[in-house]
């Protein structure tokens, strides 16, 4: 078995944020899609409820493997270890990566925030830091990036926290924010959100506001301009969804944007940022 055989299906065309969008020069779009189809790949294979967890383990260390030069057994692993070769970029971003997918396929609890941040760490921050790598950025970039990606990845885990305990078993909510508001993870079971439930997601998402204000003037710090537009587009959309939770329930409304409500926003972060910079 292959860790193509595990693929969902999903594309960049289906996340909740822009992946490699129009926005970038040409020339970096590439190497950006070699990234995610790695981290959609390792992502498929790890999210694989049918499939042991032995052999997802096997199939992400062939990634692990592949990506690192040892062997060439993954197709997506290797075309991203090419694109770094091209353009003389290392590989820990993406072996961090598959330190959390590794991490999914062996544990489905997270006991405190400063978990959260931790696992956030090999998650998400990687995946900003190589595009940023990509285009030629300043290391000095990573502490915005960081908190901006930490923040994406705690918005999805809010969005999909029932979807995410029905079909894999997991839970990313900290046990210990559920245990102070006397909520536990059976609530994620019923159609509706208790009070209990919905305090702890509101108190989550106060922080993630936090984890923004961080990354709110991380836009202005970087030399590309159309990257620029883009994290600024980024930024706002995560602060919209953030609002959201704090006043919509997960588990029986939507929470995320529909196509005409992401391109407004988008449209007044990009006039916002291009103003900003003339």
């Given at each position: 078995m292959t860790a193509a055989?595990?693929?969902?299906?999903?594309?960049?065309?289906?996340?909740?944020?822009?992946?490699?969008?129009?926005?970038?020069?040409?020339?970096?779009?590439?190497?950006?899609?070699?990234?995610y189809r790695f981290a959609r790949g390792a992502d498929d294979v790890a999210d694989n409820a049918a499939t042991p967890a032995t052999e997802r383990l096997a199939l992400l260390a062939e990634m692990r493997s592949t990506l690192?030069?040892?062997?060439?057994?993954?197709?997506?692993?290797?075309?991203?270890?090419?694109?770094?070769?091209?353009?003389?970029?290392?590989?820990?971003?993406?072996?961090?990566?598959?330190?959390?997918?590794?991490?999914?396929?062996?544990?489905?609890r997270c006991g405190t925030w400063d978990d959260l941040i931790e696992y956030c760490r090999y998650s998400a921050m990687p995946v900003g830091r190589y595009v940023l790598d990509v285009h030629g950025e300043s290391e000095n970039t990573w502490g915005s990036s960081d908190a901006l990606c930490a923040a994406l990845q705690v918005i999805n885990h809010l969005q999909d926290c029932a979807k995410d305990y029905r079909a894999l078993g997991r839970v990313y909510i900290p046990l210990d924010a559920l245990m102070v508001n006397g909520a536990s993870v059976d609530d994620l079971t019923a159609p509706t959100a208790s009070s209990a439930l919905r305090a702890t997601i509101v108190g989550l998402a106060t922080r993630t506001e936090g984890l923004l204000a961080e990354s709110a003037d991380f836009s202005a710090q970087i030399r590309d301009r159309r990257l620029a537009v883009e994290v600024a587009i980024i930024h706002r959309l995560a602060v919209s969804l953030t609002q959201r939770l704090k006043t919509r329930d997960p588990l029986s409304q939507r929470v995320h944007h529909s196509k005409a409500e992401a391109l407004g926003i988008a449209a007044i972060a990009a006039l916002s940022r291009l103003a900003g910079r003339a």
């Open positions: 055989a595990l693929a969902s299906g999903k594309g960049h065309k289906d996340e909740n944020f822009p992946v490699a969008s129009v926005l970038l020069k040409p020339e970096h779009r590439a190497p950006v899609m070699a990234f690192a030069g040892a062997s060439n057994g993954d197709a997506a692993a290797l075309a991203l270890r090419e694109v770094l070769t091209e353009r003389g970029l290392s590989a820990r971003h993406g072996l961090d990566l598959l330190t959390a997918f590794e991490r999914d396929c062996r544990i489905n």
